[in-house]
């Protein structure tokens, strides 16, 4: 006898949230190692906080221009060539521009800026995976899903982030860089075998998702389509999408010199990044995604937007003028900014998948949205890099946190609603 639909449903449901979660471990593996393991051992080593926050900046950029050949993506979908071997071809090119770092010296001058290109180039690998598995996403998941699903998608980013930003420390401070990155390059590789072995559970509701499109959209141009586009919720997505982050982007880009300045060693840096931290973000990411599907995404995403704006004003606040600061405190302090972080990043993301599902430019209009949320990251750590430098961590972390709190009205241009052009 055959699986009843029900039944079906909710197997491909677990089929799809183990795909996507390790398709973001992968995501999340390298962007663990460069965003966050990297400006602490430069830091280590002497290099200047201007120095490393242009450095991870620059590694941003791709991140930020996505949106530029994803309608590549969009288009150039065949029988013979889908999503998921954009997935592939993706993670490859991001293997092959991981093996420099096998011999680039991060504190030899001569190598810096072959350091530079090796992470653009990555980056760019890095940011086409990501345009391939959101469109991936949007395409095969259901409404009521979203939410959930976006949650377990940041726990395996979370997990990657952990494993190679913070239990990466330890393992490059014990056995050297090389080991570190022989374990990054299996990590980002390896998904590409679930790909293929989970193909049945994607491919259907793939073909199902096109062939909506196709009755939607027949006969109707790509420019055209383009201009169907609701203008005034887009802007409003991307003004909040440039500026929501800046609190906890900000915080990201210096967590690991603020904590060293504040006489934490290195090691202690990593096992927090590693374990509270990525736990409770974690547990914000889960809880994030089961409420926006529960009581209205917008509404979530307004109060994560807040409680993160808050959170990084309190801890900028508490390390500056609290006296003897000891771990413990120190601890409940980023745990509870990283449950904010974690909530507003399941909740936000689904929102605009929300608002660009329908599209047949989907992976267009998402990879617009997340990459302004990149560049978002890239003008908040260098920003706050400079502010520190002239101003000190608690000016700068504030500053950061006001400019969070003012992007709340766009969500009022935004919507969210199935039905809606986006």
């Known amino acids: 006898m055959g699986n009843s639909p029900q039944t079906a449903n909710h197997g491909d449901g677990l089929g799809l949230r183990l795909l996507f979660t390790s398709l973001y471990f992968s995501e999340g593996a390298p962007i663990g190692f460069i965003w966050l393991a990297l400006p602490t051992l430069l830091r280590t080593q ?30 150039w979908q065949t029988r013979w060539w889908t999503l998921g ?26 190598h810096w800026n072959w350091l530079r290109l090796a992470l653009v180039a990555h980056a760019f690998a890095a940011a086409t995976q990501d345009v391939a598995i959101d469109a991936l996403c949007m395409a095969t998941s259901r409404p009521q899903e979203r939410g959930r699903l976006n949650g377990w998608m940041q726990a395996g980013m979370l997990l990657g982030r952990s494993l190679f930003g913070g239990v990466g420390l330890v393992v490059a401070q014990a056995w050297g860089t090389r080991a570190l990155i022989l374990l990054l390059l299996i990590a980002t590789g390896i998904t590409s075998v679930l790909v293929i072995a989970l193909a049945n559970t994607w491919r259907q509701r793939l073909r199902e998702h096109h062939e909506r499109l196709h009755l939607q959209q027949q006969g109707t141009s790509f420019w055209s389509r383009l201009g169907q586009t609701n203008l005034l919720s887009l802007a409003a997505a991307i003004a909040f999408a440039l500026t929501a982050g800046a609190a906890f982007e900000s915080l990201g880009a210096i967590r690991g010199p603020l904590l060293i300045d504040h006489g934490f060693t290195q090691s202690f840096v990593g096992w927090l990044i590693a374990g509270p931290y990525v736990g409770a973000m974690l547990l914000g990411a889960l809880v ?45 302090l980023l745990s509870a900014e990283a449950v904010t972080l974690g909530a507003f990043i399941a909740s936000s993301y689904a929102l605009f998948m929300s608002l660009a599902h329908r ?41 950061m946190a006001l400019i969070s709190l003012l992007s709340l009205p766009h969500l009022l241009g935004m919507h969210d609603t199935e039905d809606a052009a986006f």
């Open 46 to 75: 002497g290099v200047g906080l201007a120095q490393i926050t242009a450095l991870t900046s620059l590694a941003v950029l791709p991140w930020t221009l996505k949106f530029l050949w994803a309608p590549l993506l969009d288009r």
């Open 288 to 332: 994030g995604g089961y409420l926006a599907d529960g009581i209205g995404v917008r509404r979530v995403v307004a109060v994560a937007t807040v409680a993160s704006a808050l959170a990084v004003l309190t801890v900028g606040l508490a390390l500056s003028f609290v006296p003897g600061l000891t771990s413990t405190p120190v601890i409940a």
């Open 359 to 399: 599209s047949p430019l989907a992976a267009t209009q998402f990879s617009l949205l997340m990459s302004c949320t990149n560049l978002c990251e890239a003008w908040a750590g260098y920003s706050v890099g400079q502010l520190v430098e002239h101003y000190g961590y608690a000016i700068a972390l504030t500053a």
């Open 85 to 110: 071997h954009w997935i592939v071809a993706a993670q490859t090119l991001m293997v092959l521009t991981l093996l420099p770092w096998f011999w680039l010296e991060t504190t030899s001058a001569a």
